[in-house]
């Protein structure tokens, strides 16, 4: 078998990614995918005139300054795109009446946190102070500067980590609920836990307000899909082929050599080396049986949390929501009193409305999603009743729009459409164990994988790799091309190429 070919299992961003720049690099490679689109978990779907949107709410390395950008040209997403910045990360809601907006720009947002709890001023001013580093950070070195300036720039970065570094230990140590237990106002204390998760570092989370503010973190009008479509047809036009709804079931393996791949229909295809950017708990312990994971392997699979499973609910309403903001990751309101939903008690419903994007609704109305955690385990046991399992996700269909009525009187009689998928359904489409949505939490745990990356090949077995979420803590569209390019990188290394790329 010829050493250039390769397999590559799955067709997301960073099968995707993989493969593209393996082509660029004179390999030639399939992709085998079990579903019958490209993108995995970055993706949309149509109801009713409506798309429901299952990913994109920021993309890190939208400014065509950033160092990031150059990939995604790489990669062919960034040519001819789209992308707004948005003022307001997410608008939390308290039930005393106030409201915690987290602005995207640095001044704007602390000016409103030291006006919300003056008496907060120094943890306020430290968070502050965290996203103004990042803001330097995001500042790195391209490949496109010239050697004088990539000189400057570099010795920059190498003065922030010596002056900072201890800094950025103790924020990546420190979760976002710790940190938010600092604050003497209940409002901003229930707020910054809830910013995102309160197991996630909060060092990650100023970072992410840096990007927000260098408008480096932009939204692509046209939302998910387009974004995988075009990884698609950059691999396809570098000559890469991908075969769709073929679920890999198993990896060949001779004297611990990966040589190839069988199929559930029983075909088997053998290449020179298999990448997996499927799905880490059925690669290694599916796929290869378990039989090259060391302590080490298992470890994260066994201590690390893992992004929660979601009750993921797609409206359809016919309304422009004019008056409302537009923002990145959404509203957060306090609900009037608790509501169970599946296996949850929700207080306050977070809901995404995407005013900026008329693309994704018929004219004059707009798309909205409301993201719910939700146990794996619960709906694991509800669908082995499907008439039971159909009837609870109606059921969270009229509770959900029963919820937004509070915040969004008359909503009820505008809805046209609603749409539910549980844990179950990003499974089935994806692959991702426990139908988790990114892969690991970023938390105090893990976030030294940002220093010394997770290894992307197993012990005992060559020809071998890994990318994708489930080798890049904090999963996201950046980490999967990242995780592509470093793995070809280090291919190209072993056949003792020169690592090259291309724009298209
Ligand atoms: C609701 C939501 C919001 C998000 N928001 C953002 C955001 O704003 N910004 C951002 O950057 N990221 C966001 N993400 C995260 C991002 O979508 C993922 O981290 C990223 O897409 C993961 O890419 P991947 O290629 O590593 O994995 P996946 O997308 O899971 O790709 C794996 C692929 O492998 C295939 N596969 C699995 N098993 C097999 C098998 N046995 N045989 C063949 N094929 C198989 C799957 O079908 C899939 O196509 C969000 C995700 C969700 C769900």
Request: charged residues 25%; neutral net charge; glycine residues 10%.
């Amino acid at each position: 078998m010829q050493k250039n070919s390769m397999i590559i299992i799955g067709a997301g961003f960073a099968g995707l990614s993989a493969g593209i720049y393996a082509q660029m690099n004179g390999y030639s490679t399939q992709i085998f995918e079990l579903h019958t689109l490209p993108g995995g978990l970055c993706t949309a779907w149509k109801r009713k005139g409506y798309t429901v949107d299952g990913c994109i709410h920021w993309l890190v390395g939208s400014s065509p300054e950033s160092a990031m950008n150059q990939f995604w040209r790489e990669v062919g997403l960034a040519q001819g795109r789209e992308f707004i910045n948005l003022d307001e990360f997410l608008r939390y809601e308290g039930s005393d009446g106030r409201t915690v907006v987290f602005y995207s720009d640095v001044d704007r947002l602390e000016k409103h946190l030291l006006d919300l709890s003056p008496k907060d001023e120094p943890v306020i001013r430290e968070f502050i102070s965290g996203i103004r580093m990042g803001i330097r950070f995001d500042q790195q070195p391209t490949e496109r500067d010239s050697g004088i300036t990539k000189l400057i720039k570099g010795i920059k970065m190498g003065w922030l980590f010596l002056t900072r570094g201890k800094d950025m230990r103790r924020w990546m140590d420190t979760t976002a609920e710790q940190f938010a237990n600092r604050f003497q106002d209940p409002l901003l204390r229930e707020a910054f836990k809830e910013i995102w998760y309160p197991e996630f570092s909060i060092f990650f989370i100023m970072f992410t307000f840096s990007y927000l503010h260098n408008h480096n973190a932009g939204y692509p009008i046209g939302g998910s899909m387009p974004l995988s479509r075009a990884l698609e047809k950059r691999y396809l036009e570098l000559g890469g082929q991908i075969h769709y709804g073929k679920k890999v079931e198993k990896v060949l393996v001779e004297n611990d050599r990966a040589v190839g791949i069988e199929l559930a229909d029983g075909s088997q295809h053998r290449a020179g080396r298999v990448v997996s950017a499927a799905d880490g708990h059925a690669t290694i312990f599916k796929m290869l049986d378990g039989k090259y994971a060391d302590e080490k392997i298992k470890e994260p699979y066994e201590k690390w949390p893992i992004f929660p499973p979601l009750v993921y609910v797609g409206l359809g309403v016919n309304n422009r929501f004019e008056n409302e903001p537009k923002t990145v990751s959404g509203i957060s309101f306090a609900l009037k009193q608790p509501v169970e939903i599946a296996d949850q008690t929700l207080e306050r419903l977070s809901v995404h409305v995407y005013n900026q994007d008329p693309t994704l609704a018929p004219d004059g109305k707009t798309s909205l999603t409301v993201m719910i955690p939700s146990s794996y385990a619960y709906w694991k046991e509800m669908a082995k009743d499907p008439v039971e399992y159909e009837e609870k996700k109606e059921q969270i269909a009229r509770q959900v729009v029963a919820m937004l009525e509070q915040r969004f009187p008359g909503i009820g009689s505008q809805v046209e459409m609603v749409d539910v998928a549980t844990p179950l359904t990003f499974e089935r489409y994806t692959g991702n164990w426990q139908g988790s949505f990114e892969g690991w939490l970023i938390t105090p745990q893990n976030a030294g994988s940002i220093m010394s990356p997770m290894k992307q090949t197993l012990p005992g077995l060559s020809n071998f790799y890994l990318c994708g979420q489930w080798v890049e803590p904090g999963g996201g569209l950046p980490t999967g091309v990242m995780s592509a390019r470093r793995l070809l990188k280090a291919v190209c290394k072993e056949d003792g190429r020169k690592f090259i790329t291309t724009q298209a």
